[in-house]
């Protein structure tokens, strides 16, 4: 005996399991790729790491080609002070500088995306902090250096 109401209502719990799976695991890697961990970052400190390129190797068509994905440099508390991102045909995509204090607070962030024509998107950000290391002050200007 066949009960097709019952499996048309599996399909759709698969279903709904599945697009929820796929949009939480997508908020995972979101969080997990831009913010960088204390062990990470106690793993580049450890090892001494002053920079990394990701490369990617593809397959397309029976024919395999790798190319500069990203590259991010470090300072000595391993703190990411550059970083370049590329398009899939090699060309530079976006960039980002950070500079920070002797306490390890971030007072300086420039963002540059070349991909966008968008100059909004360019900006420099500076931070200043009290004597408790507690963010006071943030101001952001845009690439002519006006305060925005």
Do not use: W
Not at 1 to 19: A, D, E, G, S, Y
Not at 32 to 40: A, R
Not at 122 to 127: G, H, Y
């Amino acid at each position: 005996m066949k009960f097709p109401i019952l499996k048309l209502k599996l399909q759709k719990i698969n279903f709904m399991v599945r697009t929820i799976f796929i949009l939480l695991f997508s908020i995972f890697i979101t969080i997990t790729s831009f913010s960088q961990s204390k062990k990470e970052k106690k793993a580049i400190k450890m090892y001494g790491i002053k920079s990394v390129t990701e490369m990617v190797t593809e397959n397309m068509n029976g024919k395999e080609t790798t190319r500069k994905d990203s590259y991010t440099i470090y300072d000595k508390n391993a703190n990411k002070t550059y970083y370049e991102e590329y398009k899939k045909d090699g060309t530079l995509k976006h960039k980002e500088s950070t500079k920070y204090d002797t306490k390890g607070n971030k007072i300086e962030e420039t963002n540059y995306d070349i991909a966008d024509s968008n100059p909004e998107k360019n900006n420099k950000k500076t931070f200043k902090y009290d004597s408790e290391n507690n963010k006071t002050e943030v101001s952001e200007f845009d690439v002519t250096g006006n305060l925005t």
